[in-house]
C-alpha cells in the first residue's frame, strides 16, 4: 500500500523559497499521478499543483503559477514542489497525494493516498 510522507516546510520570509519533498514508500512511484494540495486555517484544501506518471505533463493553479514548479524523481520515488517568492497567502498545510490516473485534474475524489503534511508559513 502506497505511503506518502511530506518533508520541508517552515517558516520563510516573504519573497523566500522553500522545497518541499514527498517521499513515497510501499508502492512504486511511477504508477501513479501526484497532487500537491494546500490548507489555510479556516478555508477549504485546495489544488496547487499536479505531474503525471511520467512528469512530462504538469499543471498549475493561477495563485503560484511561475512561481512554484512541480517535479519528480521515480527513481528516488520522491516528488517536489520548488516554492519561489513566497508570499504571506501561501501559508497552509501542504500535503501530497497520489492518484492512479496517469494524468491527474484537480478532482480531489480521484486521490487514494495522502500524506500527513507539512506546515509553510511565510511571515516577516
Known amino acids: 500500500q502506497l505511503q506518502l510522507v511530506e518533508s520541508g516546510g517552515n517558516l520563510v520570509q516573504p519573497g523566500g523559497s522553500l522545497r518541499l519533498s514527498c517521499a513515497a514508500s510501499g508502492s512504486p512511484l511511477d504508477y501513479y499521478g501526484i497532487g500537491w494540495f494546500r490548507q489555510a486555517p479556516g478555508q477549504d484544501r485546495e489544488g496547487v499543483s499536479l505531474?503525471?506518471?511520467?512528469?512530462?505533463?504538469?499543471n498549475y493553479a493561477n495563485s503560484v503559477k511561475g512561481r512554484f514548479t512541480i517535479s519528480r524523481d521515480n527513481a528516488k520515488s520522491t516528488v517536489y514542489l520548488q516554492m519561489n517568492s513566497l508570499k504571506p497567502e501561501d501559508t497552509a498545510i501542504y500535503y501530497c497525494a497520489a492518484t492512479r490516473l496517469p494524468i491527474p485534474t484537480w478532482g480531489q475524489s480521484q486521490f487514494i493516498s495522502w500524506g500527513q503534511g507539512t506546515q509553510v508559513t511565510v511571515s516577516s
Open positions: 505531474i503525471s506518471r511520467s512528469g512530462a505533463s504538469t
